[in-house]
């Protein structure tokens, strides 16, 4: 019984990740998603850009062990299957290779199902959205032929099914021209196919696009995150904390800037609707790889505040499963140019992958009576965000409050090394990130990093040799340069760690960095 009630965790699947003819005329020779995702650049400090993939590299599609290691990464981690995207244009088809060897192929043998992604495609990465390169056009013949060339997916052992019927999403459903007379037509033809029969999804994801989908013909409709009606307000008054030391830059203006945090607490208290819907979640959301200006983008995400999101939602498919299977939809599995993906990046490896996991486990958990483990309920990141914007939080002693950080993470992650510049630029890195969502100060976040920095080599630094120690102090003065570090807290360091000789040399190295960043001396 509890086995039955599980969710199922379907993540939506790219696949544009290999080259077409369309592409290369409209884009230039080679252009794949990777094209957008490398000339990725921060907008302004603390900004996450770009997201550089880790375990499966710049993949290429086309290649069937590609396809199959990504299909084991989602499995280890608890993703039953993938939501394909397809493109349909009036009987022609794009970026259709990868699914068609998957189909013919019988590999990798993981469910999936499809989503016809039914947008015109416009040259809006470049800002120009009114240039349309291949445009969505609508007839009932077309539809009938549309669900025809389809009959052979759905005939698949591994398309996915819900409650006995074939999973089918459109989405733009509000886009067809006679939705009841499409839905119609699609279950006259599957049903004739000796298919069964067919569950049809709208998606909500755009403010237009959230309607009951029985009022279209549609059976239910899938949570598509983020939720544009219900997001945290923008990040305005706030913006020159996203600034280096009071500049005049613009970011926040030219695009739309809110808090990942603000964004998963507003998901997890809103209201669900009357109506049968999938929740869905997103480990985040930075689409400004694709556009010049006009991205939204979500700041602070973490795999702790993306977990527990995920296990609140996991928690509404078990509530709702006593009325049919109820998926959970995750956005995305390598949505990359738009900054949700759960493939591995070089930031956070297998983070968000392990609270998938993690969420999953301890959903099962706690519907059989036993305890979720406690780190699922105070991760580390998450609890570091929480203290940044208690009532005494920084203001009190950030050097403390790195400390503590340090502790806890040592606690979370007791397996986690500290005695290599790659593992320790890892950490700060993370808590910077998390840090940029949170209502604090630029100042406070870098006095926050100093400490942090101070604090790591402080406990790592007798173990390693000076080449460890010359690696932090151009770092820490680049974080901090306004900030006076104390001298002498790095000599009393420095001296411990490296013997008096040696420290005298560093810190004639140090000094240098430091009249070069500007920074005051104490």
């Known amino acids: 019984m509890t086995e039955d009630r599980t969710a199922r965790l379907i993540a939506f699947y790219l696949p544009q990740f290999h080259p077409i003819p369309e592409n290369d005329a409209w884009w230039g020779k080679g252009f794949t998603e990777w094209t957008n995702v490398a000339k990725a650049r921060p907008l302004f400090p603390g900004h996450y850009q770009p997201h550089l993939p880790a375990d499966l590299g710049y993949y290429d599609l086309r290649v069937p062990e590609v396809r199959q290691a990504q299909a084991d990464l989602a499995k280890e981690h608890g993703i039953y299957g993938f939501c394909y995207y397809h493109y349909w244009f009036h009987g022609k088809r794009l970026l259709e290779r990868p699914f068609d060897e998957v189909l013919a192929s019988g590999q990798p043998d993981f469910p999936f199902c499809l989503c016809w992604a039914n947008e015109n495609w416009t040259r809006r990465w470049d800002g120009m959205e009114q240039e349309i390169l291949a445009e969505q056009t609508y007839s009932l013949d077309d539809d009938r032929q549309h669900i025809r060339t389809l009959l052979t997916a759905f005939a698949d052992r591994r398309y996915i099914r819900l409650d006995g019927r074939l999973l089918f999403l459109v989405y733009r459903a509000t886009s067809l021209p006679k939705p009841l007379e499409t839905t119609a037509v699609w279950r006259e033809e599957v049903s004739r196919a000796g298919l069964g029969e067919v569950c049809l999804c709208t998606v909500s994801s755009l403010p237009g696009l959230h309607v009951d989908p029985s009022t279209l013909g549609f ?189 806890r993470l040592r606690e979370a992650e007791p397996q986690t090394s500290l005695a290599s510049p790659h593992e320790v630029d890892r950490v700060l890195t993370q808590a910077r990130y998390a840090l940029t969502g949170a209502h604090v100060k630029p100042s406070t976040r870098r006095a926050f990093a100093g400490w942090l920095l101070a604090e790591l080599y402080f406990k790592v630094g007798r173990k390693t040799d000076g080449a460890l120690v010359r690696w932090a102090l151009p770092r820490l003065l680049v974080m901090q340069p306004r900030w006076a570090l104390n001298l002498g807290i790095w000599s009393i360091f420095l001296s411990a760690a490296l013997g008096e000789s040696r420290a005298t040399q560093l810190r004639t190295f140090f000094r240098r960095h430091q009249r070069r960043a500007g920074a005051r001396q104490v």
Not at 260 to 286: H, K
Not at 301 to 329: C, K, M, N
Not at 351 to 374: K, V
């Open 219 to 407: 059976d239910a409709a899938v949570d598509f995150q983020p939720d544009l009606r219900h997001c945290p307000p923008r990040i305005h008054a706030e913006r020159r904390y996203l600034n280096h030391n009071g500049s005049k830059s613009d970011s926040c203006d030219v695009n739309d800037v809110r808090s990942y945090s603000a964004l998963t607490s507003s998901m997890i208290e809103r209201s669900e609707p009357a109506y049968r819907m999938f929740p869905g979640v997103t480990p985040g959301w930075d689409n400004s790889p694709r556009r010049r200006s006009g991205a939204t983008v979500y700041l602070g995400s973490t795999p702790d505040e993306y977990g527990t999101w995920l296990r609140s939602a996991i928690g509404v498919a078990q509530r709702r499963s006593a009325h049919g299977d109820s998926p959970v939809f995750i956005n995305a599995w390598n949505e990359w140019a738009e900054g949700n993906h759960l493939e591995p990046d070089q930031i956070w490896g297998r983070a968000y992958l392990e609270a998938t996991r993690n969420a999953l486990n301890a959903a099962s958990s706690t519907e059989a009576g036993a305890e979720p483990a406690l780190h699922e309920s105070s991760g580390i990141c998450q609890w570091l965000v929480r203290a940044a914007e208690a009532p005494s939080g920084f203001r009190v002693d950030a050097q403390e409050l790195a400390t503590l950080y340090l502790q």
